[in-house]
């Protein structure tokens, strides 16, 4: 049974750092990818940042770009997306997601930003940011 599990949110105020952890049980972790999404309240789920489990390469969306860095520990199974210079903007549940085996989307064009391409989820963990 494939396990994401997210630890790390928390309330900061607007420019401070956060960083969240997600690991992987059940799962073949090195050989897709994992990627960080994110909801606002009201607001679609959003992939924020994906890492190629294999060769590490990571990509960014736009608005968090320069800002976050999502990283890993394959000897633990578990990735992690730092968040530093937060906004307002970011406050939202952040939760990991998983592709089927060998069926991480296209890193070019928005594939691995929508939420349908992943079937293995975590719970969330709740990031809120004041101004």
């Known amino acids: 049974q494939v396990q994401l599990v997210e630890s790390g949110g928390g309330s900061v105020q607007a420019g401070g750092s956060l960083k969240l952890s997600c690991t992987v049980s059940g799962y073949s972790y090195g050989r897709d990818c994992m990627v960080w999404f994110r909801q606002a309240p009201g607001k679609e789920r959003e992939g924020v940042a994906i890492i190629q489990t294999g060769t590490g390469n990571p990509y960014y969306a736009d608005s968090v770009k320069g800002r976050f860095t999502i990283s890993q520990d394959t000897t633990k199974n578990t990735a992690f997306l730092h968040m530093n210079s937060l906004k307002a903007e970011d406050t939202a549940m952040y939760y990991c997601?998983?592709?089927?085996?060998?069926?991480?989307?296209?890193?070019?064009?928005?594939?691995?930003?929508?939420?349908?391409?992943?079937?293995?989820w975590g719970q969330g963990t709740q990031v809120t940011v004041s101004s």
């Open positions: 997601a998983a592709p089927a085996v060998n069926s991480c989307p296209p890193i070019l064009g928005r594939a691995w930003t929508r939420p349908g391409s992943f079937p293995y």
